[in-house]
């Protein structure tokens, strides 16, 4: 009997104790945890940057400029907008390259990665200029196209091009088989499978592509402004290496920093929109 009546109470113990226990918070379960870490992790290495940064100017490495004469610096150059103008000359001539290239590469791309025929035609093109720096081709643009935007512009472009289009390559390459295969099982043309199947699937390759386009866009920036130009943020930073200015080439750099990385951000969040529906890890 007392065999037979153990199992009972142990049953009745743990029935007590669950009942005892304390019941999730309404909406706890499930509910996503505030992801603030990583924005103070940037602030505290923002803190970290400016501190380092204070320390080696108070040092007097290489007559380095302090935070706070660049901050006067900058008030100066924003005060009689020439600061305003210069990034809006630059970001103008990036925005134009940058869209231009990514519209090409994009095409460009998805004909090299379906098509076997195009991949042969395009891609020792592709490869043979990704080997040549488009700073290489400054002098080229000037003789060809002038001393105007045009020559700018195409530098730019070009170096937004060849960084997207690789990328869009491979995100077609990259499509699984099996996704298309089971697409033709089921009755679709070639066209509807590509706009339905290849597009969305290689969309995050095309999204990286676009970043390192961008990058690539903004470091070709300050040598595509010495063709000539009158204004932007490479032209301050060059005339401003005439004359040994240094709180004037700082303030290029953290301008040209600051409009990369929210051109960058807002990629990334257009990114997280167009492939909602991948799985996140």
Known sequence: MSGVGTPARTTATAS??????????????????????????????????????????????????????????????????????DMLASLRRVLLGFSLGTLAAVPVGFLMGWYPLARGLLEPYVQFFRTIPPLALIPLAVVLLGIGEVPKVFVIFLAAFLSSVVAAFQGVADVDPTLVNAARVLGALDRTIFLKVVVPASA????????????????????????????????????????YDLPTIFVGLIAIGVLGLVMDRLLLLLGRRLTAWQERR
């Open 16 to 85: 007590a104790d669950t009942s005892t226990a304390p019941l999730p918070a309404p909406g706890a379960v499930g509910r996503p945890r505030p992801r603030l870490r990583p924005l103070r992790l940037n602030l505290i290495a923002l803190a970290l940057g400016l501190a380092g940064w204070a320390v080696l100017a108070a040092a007097g490495v290489e007559s380095l400029p302090g935070p706070l004469p660049v901050a006067r610096r900058a008030g100066e150059l924003l005060a009689d907008g020439t600061l305003e103008q």
């Open 204 to 243: 995050p390759f095309i999204l990286v592509g676009m970043r390192i386009g961008l990058g690539s866009a903004w470091g070709t920036l300050v040598a595509a402004e010495l063709i000539a130009a009158q204004e932007g943020l490479g032209f301050r930073m060059q005339q401003a290496q005439l004359y």
